[in-house]
C-alpha cells in the first residue's frame, strides 16, 4: 500500500467518500427494496425487506445450480456460435452433453453480517461442487481493522493482514481509534423518511410497474416474476422520481450531518491533520456540492437505463425471465427460491436468512496465519502451496468421482473422437498431480 501524506488530500477524500457511501446507501438501500420487495404483496415484501435489513446480526447462505434446455431456442442458438471445425460432434450431440454435466456442478455461497455489536464482523464464503463433493473452496473476513483470505482446499494456512499496522508503517496514520460501529449505527437508523417508506411515490411506481407481476402465494410467500431489462428499466422512472423529490434529499443530508457529528465527537478528522474548524468547513463543502447537484446525479444515473449501452446489453441477454419467492416467518423473510433464464440455460438458487453465525468462516490473527500482504507482494512464495493443494484436489474423491463421470457422459454424448480428446485432457490433468509436491 502506498498511502500520500498529503493530509488535506486524505481529508478531501474521506468528506468525497463520506458523501458516496450515504447517497448509496440512501439511494441504493431505497432501490434494493423496490427491486426485492401487510396489506398487498408489494407493501408486504418491502416491508419484509426493510426489517429483515434491519436484524444487523444475519447469515446469508445460497445454493446455486444450472441446467440446459435442449428444446430452448435460445440455448440452440447460443450453441451455433460455436465455430465450424471446433468439435466432430454435432450442436446436438454438444447440447445433450452439456445437459447432462451442468446439474452436476453447483455453487454454495454463505454471507455473514454481525454490525450490531463490537466488533463489526462481516465475511464471505463461496464452494464449487460437483454431484454435492465440494471441489474448492474461499472465502474473506474483516473486521476493524484487520481481514483475512481462508481456504480449506487451496491454503495450508490463512492469509492475514493487519489494516491499521499497514496504514499506520506506509501513512503514519493510526486508524484503530476510528469506531465504525457509530458510524453504521447512522446508516441503520430509522427517520421519518425510512419508516414511511412502503407509502411512498417509490412504492406507487413500483405497484403500477408491478401490477401483473406480484402476487400472494399462501399466507407466508410472495411472488415476484420479472423481465430482467423491464425491471431494470424500473430504475430509470425511481432515480427521476428521486431526482425531484426534497424528501429524499433531505434524508441524505441529513444523514450527511451526522455522519459529520460523529466524525466530530470521535475526533476521527484529527487523522487527516485537520482543526474541527477545517473539517467542519470542508464537510460542509462537500454536503452544498451533493445538494446543488443532486437533481443531475439522480437524472444522469436515470439515462444509464436508457442509453444505447444499456440497450446492446440487454440485447445480448434476451429476455432473461426472473422468478423470486419470497417466503416469511411473521413479517420477516426468510427464503428466497428463485429461477433465471440466460440464454437457454437455467439458474436456480435458494438463500436463507439465519443468525449470525461465523460456522465455517475463520477470523484469524498473525500468530496462526501467513502474511496476505506478503503473498501480494511476492505471489511465487505462494506457488509451492497452491501447488500442492492442487494436487491434493485432483488426487481428492471429489475430482476423481467428475472426472469419472466426464468421461462417460462424454462418450455416451458425444463423438468418439471428442469423447477421447476430453478423456486424455482429463487424465493429463490427473497426471500432473504427481509431479507436484506438498
Known sequence: MNFKKDNRGIAKSAVIIIIAIVAALAIGGAIFASIMMKKDPLTRLITGYMKTYGQRDLKYSMDVSFSL????????????????????????????????????????????????????????????????????????????????????????????????E??????????????????????????????????????????????????????????????????????????NAGAKDEA???????????????????????????????????????????SDNWETILTEAAKTYSGEEFKQATAQLGDMPIKYIFTFKDDVIAKVDGNMSVQGIDVKFAMTMEKYSEDGFTFADASNSDSLTESISSPYNLLPTLMGKANEILTGDAYKNMEADIIKTAKESLSAEDAAAIEAGLKQASSMAGMSGN
Open 248 to 290: 429524499l434529499k433531505s434524508f441524505v443530508l441529513k444523514k450527511f450531518d451526522k455522519l459529520v457529528e460523529v466524525a466530530v465527537k470521535n475526533g476521527d478528522y484529527k487523522l487527516a491533520g485537520l482543526s474541527e474548524e477545517d473539517f467542519k468547513k470542508q464537510a460542509e463543502e462537500g454536503k452544498k456540492q451533493l
Open 166 to 239: 499497514n496504514v499506520k508503517n506506509e501513512s503514519g496514520i493510526d486508524i484503530s481509534s476510528i469506531k465504525l460501529k457509530e458510524y453504521l449505527d447512522v446508516l441503520y437508523e430509522e427517520d421519518d423518511f425510512t419508516k414511511n417508506f412502503a407509502s411512498s411515490k417509490y412504492v406507487e411506481i413500483l405497484k403500477e410497474k408491478f401490477k401483473n407481476n406480484i402476487t400472494s402465494e399462501g399466507s407466508d410467500k410472495v411472488v415476484l416474476s420479472l423481465n430482467y431489462a423491464d425491471s431494470l428499466k424500473i430504475l430509470e422512472d425511481i432515480f
Open 69 to 164: 434446455n435442449k428444446e430452448n431456442a435460445e440455448a440452440k442458438k447460443l450453441f451455433e456460435q460455436i465455430p465450424t471445425g471446433s468439435f466432430k460432434s454435432s450442436n446436438e450431440q454438444l447440447m445433450d452433453f452439456v445437459s447432462k454435466i451442468l446439474p452436476k456442478i453447483g455453487l454454495k455461497y454463505s454471507v455473514i453480517a454481525n454490525t450490531k455489536e463490537e466488533p463489526v464482523k462481516v465475511g464471505a464464503r463461496m464452494s464449487v461442487l460437483y454431484d454435492n463433493k465440494e471441489l474448492a473452496d474461499a472465502g474473506v473476513t474483516a473486521k476493524p481493522w484487520e481481514a483475512t483470505v481462508f481456504s480449506n482446499t487451496l491454503l495450508n494456512k490463512p492469509l492475514y493482514v493487519d489494516v491499521k
